[in-house]
């Protein structure tokens, strides 16, 4: 596709449950980013990838979270055991080697 | 811990209006870019500053970068409905960095 494509756009589960949250990002795009954003609040950062591996995952929360990247192109972003807290919306971004990023619509996730 | 601060948080203004947002920092940018968000979407790219002093204009719409490179504005002139939305700064804090930081937001509301 043109832009960046995320699934699912909404997601509802039960507290404690793991989610999987995926992110296809623009071809040729070298660096992905997950970010979390609260209530319309500011984007907080989550994990950096540059190609399949990740040089920054400081903004990880808990070791409850985890993401993965191959082929240099798809990334999925899972939540074990989700707490209530977890829920936001997740965005994912695509850069070329500079400049700006490219995001998609985000995942809005919902822990009952 | 490198945090951007905008203001105000919320602005709620009426059509034909002039505002200016504020975005700082305590830590010198490298660079600097400007996204809106409208709801359900992700941020999409205003404009990226990179020398302090610089002043980049986009229609109605006017940035400046601090000569210190730790701050920024924007400034709309006679503000629109089609105004309305989540405006964005964020910053890489070095010419190498990875990780782009954002802002806390400024939610502008415009109506008739």
Redesign the interface.
Known sequence: GAGVSQSPSNKVTEKGKDVELRCDPISGHTALYWYRQSLGQGLEFLIYFQGNSAPDKSGLPSDRFSAERTGGSVSTLTIQRTQQEDSAVYLCASRPNTGELFFGEGSRLTVL | TQL?E?SPQFLSIQEGENLTVYCNSSSVFSSL?WYRQE???????LV?VVTGGEVKKLKRLTFQFGDARKDSSLHITAAQPGDTG?Y?C?GYFTRTA????????T?LQVTL
């Not at chain 2, 709801?39 to 790219?45: C, D, I, R, T, Y």
């Open positions: 951007l905008q870019q709801p359900g979407e992700g941020p999409v790219l990226t989540l964005l964020a990875s990780k782009l930081t954002f802002g806390t937001g939610r």
